[in-house]
């Protein structure tokens, strides 16, 4: 929050940042939320995000930014203060314009951050496709290759067929 969100005099009064509770509590909410927008896109679900573009955390920081000084009161009149509201709404999309905003942009496919997925390796060989069948069919040349008679209601392929 105090590289992308506001200076770090903002933040002053809950230092130490990096372990303030209600800090953290913050940006865990921001990063669920942009989660619940990017997960009608990407398989987040499976495995996750392993890297991220700084636009997404940038993105994430606005929004911990406008919940954390929205819970402590601010100015929205105030030049600086508006900037606050802004940005969550550039984040988040305006209550006026929907479908604005750089997560919902994400969500509706407009726009594409450089994403890459932890995707987990498959468990087993049943990964891949397959085909199982039970019931044998009819061997052409017979199981020896000797010329046999194509019983009824098999085709010359040896597939059983019906009429």
Do not use: K
């Amino acid at each position: 929050m105090a590289i992308y969100g506001c200076p770090a005099q903002a933040l002053a009064q809950f230092a130490p940042l990096a372990t303030n509770p209600t800090l953290l509590a913050n940006c865990l909410a921001a990063s669920g939320q942009a989660d619940s927008f990017m997960r009608s896109r990407y398989p987040i679900d499976n495995g996750g995000l392993l890297t991220w573009g700084t636009e997404i955390t940038m993105h994430v920081a606005w929004i911990a930014t406008y919940l954390t000084f929205s819970a402590l009161g601010y100015d929205s009149e105030s030049a600086s203060d508006r900037q606050i509201q802004d940005r969550y709404f550039q984040a988040t999309g305006y209550p006026d314009r929907p479908g604005s905003g750089y997560f919902p942009g994400i969500e509706r496919q407009r726009i594409h951050p450089n994403v890459t997925f932890n995707t987990p390796n498959p468990p087993n060989q049943y990964s891949n496709p397959m085909v199982v069948s039970l019931a044998p069919r009819f061997q052409p040349g017979g199981p020896s290759g000797q010329p046999s008679t194509i019983p009824s209601g098999y085709g010359p392929s040896g597939w059983p067929y019906h009429m």
